[in-house]
């Protein structure tokens, strides 16, 4: 079974843009995650999706947004991108369970802003 | 709140000692405990879960972790480290609809 899968893996982009970050989760996994991971904050909770739904957020500013889609798969949007917001972000997807959720990851995808 | 403590910053130790990393949680109910392993550019990866049942949970890489509801502790350990070991260790603690991470770990492993 593959796993949680991340596009693209680096890129670079200028202050003021903005990028999207594609996450595929594990096939039958329907909640999926999002991370961000620099060397100072560590990992941090963005928000989480499931069927479509946003269900819990983390405390970024709005310039941080993501979606699901009917199949599962997730985007996340940073628009005005700023040098602080150069850091590894992690997709997870979360296998429910009666007894608990697992959340498993995928690479990440690095973003340097400069 | 919910919490994760992992006191060590960075571990050092030689290859094929022992290695315990430390895991203290604050939670108001029994959580669920996982162990994640990173490797430099990688992702997370899972080590280890406990939910309920056996309080020494058994992992993949040859780690185990003990769960202590009496010391709030959920502590990695390995009997002897190999030098494919060296990775940043992330200790997390949660429910169904909350996950939170300690700050991590780093494990350097000498020869």
């Known amino acids: 079974k593959a796993g949680v899968t991340q596009t693209p893996r680096y890129l670079i982009k200028t202050r003021g843009q903005q990028v999207t970050l594609s996450c595929s989760p594990i096939s039958g996994h329907r909640s999926v995650s999002w991370y961000q991971q620099t060397p100072g904050q560590g990992l941090q909770f963005l928000f989480e999706y499931f069927s479509e739904t946003q269900r819990n957020k983390g405390n970024f500013p709005g310039r941080f947004s993501g979606r699901q889609f009917s199949n599962s798969r997730s985007e996340m949007n940073v628009s005005t991108l700023e040098l602080g917001d150069s850091a590894l972000y992690l997709c997870?997807?979360?296998?429910?369970?009666?007894?608990?959720?697992?959340?498993?990851f995928g690479e990440g995808s690095w973003l340097t802003v400069v | 709140a919910q919490s994760v403590t992992q006191p060590d910053i960075h571990i050092t130790v030689s290859e094929g000692a022992s290695l315990e990393l430390r895991c203290n949680y604050s939670?108001?109910?029994?959580?669920?405990l996982f162990w994640y392993v990173q490797s430099p550019g990688q992702g997370l990866q899972l080590l280890l879960k406990y939910f309920s049942g056996d309080t020494l949970v058994q992992g993949i890489k040859g780690f185990e972790a003990e769960f202590k509801r009496s010391q709030s502790s959920f502590n990695l350990r390995k009997p002897s480290v190999h030098w494919s070991d060296a990775a940043e260790y992330f200790c997390?603690?949660?429910?169904?609809?909350?996950?939170?991470f300690g700050a991590g770990t780093r494990l350097t492993v000498k020869p």
């Open positions: 997870a997807s979360t296998l429910r369970s009666g007894q608990g959720n697992t959340i498993y």
């Open positions: 997390a603690v949660g429910d169904n609809n909350d996950m939170r």
């Open positions: 939670y108001g109910a029994t959580p669920y």
